[in-house]
């Protein structure tokens, strides 16, 4: 079997997130499959009700040869919409439980969601049962961090990671005795 191709990040990036049920413990292939399947979907369908639509995520990057193309940028399409630009970030999952779904913000996608949060430009789009053409879903939800999705939204993540430099700063080391 083929390997799925890996959408092409900025470098000293992490790993890009994508919506994945908390019921199914995926593999890095089976995640990167249900990304890819969720970009692909989510480009049909924007291109059905927009006329002026660009992808520009890790996946265009690799599937179009664009090397404007990253996952830096927080979210996937750009879509020209009246005398504004709105900007998409895809979810994918291969659950179609619509009931509770979960997805997680990589750094580029919160930093966007919270640079665009005053407004409706930047938007998520939830693909459910991906891998299923039969049962495929198109959910337009709003930025979580916009007046109309806080309370839609509900943060279950483990925490935020800092990084810092111990030997920068004001701190003292605590003295041995």
């Given amino acids: 079997m083929a390997s799925v191709p890996q959408p092409r990040r900025a470098p000293h990036t992490r790993t890009p997130r994508i919506v994945i049920s908390r019921k199914a413990q995926l593999s890095e292939e089976q ?17 059905r009700r927009y006329s002026d639509v660009h992808w520009i995520s890790g996946y265009a990057a690799v599937l179009n040869e664009d090397a404007a193309a990253s996952d830096s940028h927080g979210y ?28 997680e913000l990589g750094v580029s996608e919160e930093r ?31 930025n979580p961090f916009a007046a109309a ?26 003295s041995k005795k």
């Avoid at 995640?31 to 291109?47: D, F, N, P, Q, T």
């Avoid at 504004?84 to 439980?97: G, H, Q």
């Avoid at 930047?122 to 053409?133: C, E, K, N, V």
């Fill in 112 to 142: 966007a969601a919270r640079e665009y949060a005053r407004g409706t430009r930047y938007r998520i789009l939830l693909i459910t049962s991906a891998l299923d053409p039969e049962r495929r879903q198109v959910l337009e939800l709003p």
């Fill in 31 to 47: 995640k990167a499959a249900i990304g890819l399947v969720g970009e692909v979907s989510a480009r049909a369908w924007l291109e």
């Fill in 149 to 174: 999705g806080r309370d839609r939204f509900r943060v279950v993540g483990r925490g935020l990671r800092y990084q810092f430099s111990p030997t920068h700063g004001a701190s003292r080391p605590i």
């Fill in 76 to 103: 996937d399409f750009e879509v020209a919409y009246r005398s504004t630009t709105r900007l998409y970030e895809v979810k994918a999952t291969s659950e179609s439980d619509t009931e509770r779904m979960e997805f």
